[in-house]
């Protein structure tokens, strides 16, 4: 079994003779003696001194001789120094200011930290500075041609309310173009010498003329879902009022015809002949307006087309 080592005892302290001072004259005997009062007491530094020469205080009357005695006494031999104490083991810790090191950011990290907070920075206002720039807006013709090129397309209802909306446009027109038919044949007749009888001739331009005014009250019902589809309805709704009001001067001029001799007459000085034409010119502007409006629709949904001469 390993021998624990001891702690070192402190050394010894030598027993010293206290000093003797001189006696001054007329003094008496044993008054320059300091006696007990360098007497050690080693109590507190856990050391006892159990010295003969301490443990007793020499008398405060003592005689000459024993005065003289221990004047001539020789001081105490000088101890022999103590044995060195056997080596023992002490714990080492471990050094702190190597750990201190490792957790110290290194420079080149510092460095990264604050050029990426620079970076940023500069970002962040370059950005603000071109949102500043930018918030002017573009000019108004610019700012119109880019939305309508972002104008979205039209939600599916929205598709097939416009598709219902050109079906029943056209189905208008069919019926326009067959009643133009008719009124372009009996007019002809009636400008070729009377060739129809006046009468017939008549009764014909009047059904055209009333097949006209419901055309007309269609038109002012269809539903319009867009503003494209709405702009077409008004078009639609002038050009078919221009060819009802032509209808009605021309039913007046046949209707004038009866009798006459030779038939028809003068077309020029004709009141109610030269207000069909006149009407029959504003019938034929506005179906131009409406056809440039309604093909570009009738085209994007895969549908007909229509000409102004033809309705």
Not at 142 to 171: L, M, N
Request: aromatic letters at 4%; one cysteine or more; hydrophobic letters at 40%.
């Amino acid at each position: 079994m390993a021998q624990v080592p001891q702690p070192p005892q402190p050394p010894r302290v030598p027993n010293v003779a206290p000093p003797q001072l001189p006696r001054p004259p007329g003094a008496p005997p044993g008054a320059g003696r300091l006696g007990g009062l360098f007497k050690r007491r080693r109590k507190d530094d856990f050391l006892e001194d159990d010295s003969p020469e301490d443990s007793q205080a020499p008398a405060a009357g003592g005689s000459d001789a024993a005065s003289g005695a221990e004047s001539t006494a020789e001081p105490a031999a000088e101890p022999e120094p103590a044995p060195a104490p056997p080596p023992y083991e002490t714990w080492k810790w471990p050094a702190v200011e190597p750990a201190q090191q490792k957790g110290k950011p290194p420079v080149v990290l510092i460095l990264v930290l604050v050029l990426l907070v620079l970076g940023g920075a500069g970002f962040g206002i370059y950005k603000l500075v071109h949102k500043d720039k930018s918030s002017a807006g573009p000019a108004p013709a610019k700012a119109a041609s880019t939305q309508a090129a972002k104008k979205p397309p039209p939600p599916a209802s929205a598709a097939k309310a416009e598709r219902t909306f050109a079906t029943s446009v056209e189905s208008i027109l069919a019926q326009s173009v067959a009643q133009r038919a008719k009124l372009v044949q009996v007019l002809a007749a009636t400008q070729n010498g009377c060739s129809i009888p006046i009468a017939q001739a008549k009764q014909q331009v009047a059904g055209v003329a009333a097949g006209r005014q419901k055309l007309l009250g269609k038109a002012k019902g269809l539903a319009a879902p867009t503003q494209q589809t709405a702009a077409i309805k008004g078009l639609l709704t002038k050009a078919l009022a221009a060819s009802l009001a032509a209808n009605q001067h021309y039913t007046a001029w046949v209707g004038g015809l009866a009798g006459a001799s030779p038939c028809p007459g003068s077309t020029a000085t004709n009141g109610d002949f030269q207000a069909a034409e006149a009407a029959s010119g504003q019938a034929t502007a506005a179906k131009q307006a409406f056809t440039k409006a309604f093909n570009p629709l009738a085209k994007r949904l895969g549908q007909k087309t229509w000409s102004p001469d033809s309705i």
